[in-house]
Structures are given as structure tokens and as C-alpha cells.
């Protein structure tokens, strides 16, 4: 499918909020690595399960049943979109951070003094203190991986060579989150797996823009959100099932011994897993409008994602163009249009007049929601050098158009 032939209009009927106005102009969302936008079928299913299925696990009555039931079908649908073939293998919790820091007590405790925890300086902080933290807990020694300044991607020679046979952990991000890089996940794995450390992936921000792949990927741990992609505030864990269970996680002890029971600590947010679960179902349709002729889940979630990818390469190219012929704007990351594959449609700049608050101050009031600030990606904003003022942010995600980048571009060469 070309990208002329994405159903745009389709996608955009599904966002209430992309009818929003600010005064006369009509409001395009650029903030979506913050939080993306949801469609209709999410806040139906968020409000049904409050107003007709509201009921704790295990109840012997028929909301019980019935909430019981719709979360079972919700780990059924985010391991299909994770890419693993075992439910049990799915944990919920309040966001990626929340889970992270779970984990990393419960797997810091089997670390020893001298082992070694590889992290990176291009990673969102939720993929980087919890084991820092773990690790100084443990007494154990963190590598930080180092990335190219002038392209913003991983450095994966300087990663070679921080592994080593002391090396217990490494924690990688799929994409980072402020300058948009794809780093090559599968290879760390591989290359991991030669010295028998695990890998943690943190998928969050990749996940609006590429499907996860679990399986294929051959990671030990992956961490993402559902407000990321499209569905309400949930975190999402998956992990290999035979390390689910070796390890002691930190619960309360009526806790369940079974998988996932055991690592899913309190009352789970049991609407926002149904608004999940709608958001899985949105991309399934999404999946048979592009013309799959698929029956089954995952095919139609990757015809789904080829055609956002598509398209989303499409706007960025554009974007780019339009922000490189700025001669006041400096963008980060990768810009060269012949690898708009190695990363994901966010974009991170710096003005050489105006800091990145006035500028989405200046464009909020056009309608233009762009974010501001570090994103938590403080290992690259310390590295660059910009701190504290942080970068300006322009996030595309598929239900954005061309003529929303259009308006953008012509703001930015009107400051």
C-alpha cells in the first residue's frame, strides 16, 4: 500500500479529539510520544467496564464473571500484539516505570558484587535508574553505552565492547523517545545471549510506530505502554515465563503463586485494561481497512503497522525537509530522507533564538501542541549540552496529515 492510499479519514473518524479547536484553529496533536490519542472504541470500553462489569477477581456473581473474563481475553490479545504465544506471559501495572522498578528489585537481588549491568545514554530514565539503582544495591558495576553525537544513533562497537563474561543485564529501548533512532534490538539480543546476560527492551515509544516482536527479537523482558499506542494509562510487561516464575517478586502473601497472578501486585486498573484491549481491537481493524485478507490477529496487526510505517515515513520526510530549510533550527537525530527506516517519526530541534517552552507556548496558541523539555531522556540532553532548556519535540503519529505538518512548518518559519 502507497502512502496516498492510507486510510486517513477512517483513522481520524475514530479520534474524538482531533475535532478539538484552540479559538478559530482547529488543533493537531504533535505531542503524541508524551501520550497518544485514543479512539472511540477506548473510551466506550473504559466507560462500559465502569458502568456495567465494575467487580474485584474472583467473585462468584456476574460482574465478577464478566470482568474476569475480559481480562483474560485482554492477556489473550496483548500477547498477540507483543509477540509472545503464552498469556500468562503478559503482567499489567500502572505504566512501564512502575513495572521497571518491580522488576529490577526482584532481579537486582539475584546480582553479586562484580557483576556487570549495561545501560545506555540514549534510553528514557525509566529504562535506565531502576537498574542503576539495582545495581548500586547489588554492588554490582553499570556500563553506560555510548551514541553518535552526530546522528544521535547507538554506538554498537562501543556496546561490543562493554559486553563481557561478568555481564549479567542489559537494558535497551527499542527507539529512543526524544530523537526518534530504531536501534538494531535483535543483534543486542543476539550478541547478548553469547555471554548469557538477559535483555530488557523498553518498547514504549516504538510501539505506536513498529509491532513488537517478542518472539523474534529473542528478548528476556519487554516493557511498554498502552497510552503510548493509542489506549488509557496501563503498563505493560512481558517476560519469559520460566523467569517469571524463578524469580521472587516483592507481593503481599495471599498473592497467587501462578503466572501472571503472582506479579501483578494490588487491584489492577481493570478499565484501563478493557480500553487496552479495545486499543488492540482498533488496530486489528485498522489492519482489514489497508486490504489484509487475514483471519487471524497478528497478520492484521502487521499489515496494520507496514501501513503506518508507510505513511509515517511520508510525513516525516516532509517534515524534515521543511524544518532543515529553516536556517534558526538545528534538528537532532538522523535526518538523511534515505534512512527514514532506522527511525520513528519523532523529531527533537533547538531554536538558536528561542527556547523550546516559548516555542510551544507560540504554537499552542495556533492550535499546535508540540512538547518541551528533556522527556526524561537525560543522558543525551546532559551529553549534548542541553540542559536545562531541553529540546522542542514534534511527534507524528498516523492519524496526523500532511497539511497539519504544513501548518507547523509554516509557524515555525513565522516565529
Not at 35 to 58: E, K
Amino acid at each position: 500500500m502507497s502512502a496516498a492510499d492510507f486510510p486517513i479519514d477512517w483513522c481520524r473518524d475514530q479520534f474524538p479529539a482531533l475535532k478539538r479547536t484552540v479559538g478559530d484553529h482547529p488543533v493537531a496533536f504533535f505531542d503524541g510520544p508524551g501520550g497518544s490519542q485514543v479512539p472511540q472504541r477506548v473510551i466506550d470500553a473504559v466507560s462500559g467496564y465502569l458502568g456495567n462489569t465494575n467487580a474485584n477477581r474472583g467473585g462468584r456473581y456476574a460482574t465478577a464473571f464478566e470482568s474476569d473474563e475480559l481480562l483474560e481475553a485482554a492477556h489473550v490479545n496483548l500477547a498477540e500484539f507483543i509477540g509472545t504465544p503464552d498469556p500468562e506471559a503478559i503482567v499489567f501495572g500502572a505504566n512501564m516505570t512502575t513495572l521497571t522498578f518491580a522488576l529490577s528489585r526482584a532481579i537486582g537481588r539475584t546480582w553479586q558484587t562484580g557483576d556487570e549491568v549495561i545501560v545506555t545514554r540514549l534510553d528514557h530514565d525509566g529504562n535506565v535508574t531502576p537498574w542503576v539503582l539495582a545495581a548500586h544495591d547489588a554492588g554490582a558495576v553499570v556500563h553506560y553505552v555510548d551514541f553518535h553525537e552526530s546522528d544521535c544513533t547507538l554506538n554498537l562497537d562501543d556496546f561490543k565492547a562493554k559486553l563481557s563474561s561478568k555481564t549479567r543485564f542489559v537494558a535497551v529501548g527499542c527507539a529512543s523517545n526524544i530523537v526518534g533512532s530504531i536501534n538494531p534490538v535483535h543483534e543486542i539480543c543476539r550478541l547478548a545471549h553469547l555471554v548469557e546476560a538477559e535483555v530488557f527492551l523498553d518498547a514504549v515509544h516504538y510501539a505506536p510506530h513498529g509491532l513488537p516482536d517478542f518472539t523474534g527479537w529473542d528478548c528476556d523482558w519487554l516493557a511498554c505502554s498502552a497510552y503510548k499506542f493509542f489506549g488509557p494509562h496501563v503498563g505493560i510487561l512481558c517476560g519469559r515465563p520460566e523467569l517469571l516464575k524463578l524469580l521472587a517478586p516483592y507481593k503481599l502473601r495471599p498473592v497467587t503463586e501462578e503466572l501472571p497472578g503472582r506479579w501483578m501486585t494490588g487491584t489492577q486498573n481493570f478499565e484501563g485494561i478493557a480500553g487496552a484491549n479495545a486499543a488492540i481491537e482498533y488496530l486489528i481493524d485498522l489492519g482489514k481497512q489497508v486490504g489484509s485478507l487475514s483471519n487471524t490477529m497478528r497478520p492484521l496487526l502487521s499489515a496494520a503497522y507496514a501501513a503506518i510505517a508507510d505513511y509515517e515515513r511520508g510525513l516525516a520526510a516532509a517534515l524534515l525537509t521543511g524544518l532543515l530549510a529553516i536556517p534558526q533550527i538545528k534538528v537532532l537525530g538522523l535526518t538523511d530522507l534515505d534512512r527514514l527506516q532506522d527511525r520513528t517519526p519523532t523529531v527533537s530541534f533547538v531554536h538558536e533564538k528561542l527556547t523550546a517552552v516559548e516555542i510551544a507556548e507560540q504554537l499552542g496558541q495556533l492550535g499546535l501542541f508540540v512538547g518541551h523539555g528533556n522527556f526524561y531522556a537525560l543522558q543525551l540532553t546532559e551529553r549534548l549540552g542541553l540542559e536545562p532548556q531541553g529540546v522542542t519535540r514534534v511527534g507524528l503519529m498516523h492519524y496526523n496529515t500532511r497539511t497539519e505538518v504544513d501548518r507547523l512548518l509554516h509557524a515555525l518559519r513565522s516565529l
